[in-house]
């Protein structure tokens, strides 16, 4: 079954960004899929509901400094695995109103599409120059 190939998935991920820069943890949590994982260098968190979500996104926001205002992301790749999973991955950074890097990161999200709407599987933030072949 064909949906739009190449629409959806990073429109589903820029909302799921806007959300993150409002710091709104439970609009953050209605974009995963239940359950889902969260993968930092830290740490590997499962997310087995949206209330789990919002609770881990709450601890990273309040982890967060106080001068950041947004998220900076260099061009982000899609890769479609299937014509209901796909993967998002680029580089970013959290930068304050001076526009200084406040923490620069790599990241790579798989999604799946649950319905019409694309949610989160895998949030993994890693290095930010950590990629395939590197």
Do not use: C
Request: glycine content about 6%; aromatic content about 8%; overall charge negative.
């Amino acid at each position: 079954m064909q949906h739009d190939e190449h629409s959806g998935v990073l429109e589903a991920f820029g909302r799921y960004t806007k959300a993150f820069q409002a710091l709104d943890a439970r609009a953050v949590a209605q974009h995963f899929h239940e359950p889902a994982l969260f993968i930092t260098p830290k740490e590997i968190v499962s997310l087995p509901t949206v209330q789990t979500v919002e609770q881990a996104y709450s601890r990273v926001m309040a982890d967060m400094p106080p001068d950041y205002v947004r998220t900076e992301f260099s061009p982000l790749s899609e890769h479609r695995l299937s014509d209901d999973l796909a993967m998002v991955s680029g580089s970013g950074a959290w930068k304050n109103a001076a526009n200084d890097d406040l923490m620069p990161f790599g990241m790579t999200y798989t999604l799946r599409r649950s319905g019409k709407a694309w949610r989160i599987v895998v949030a993994a933030i890693h290095a930010p120059d950590g990629g395939p072949g590197r």
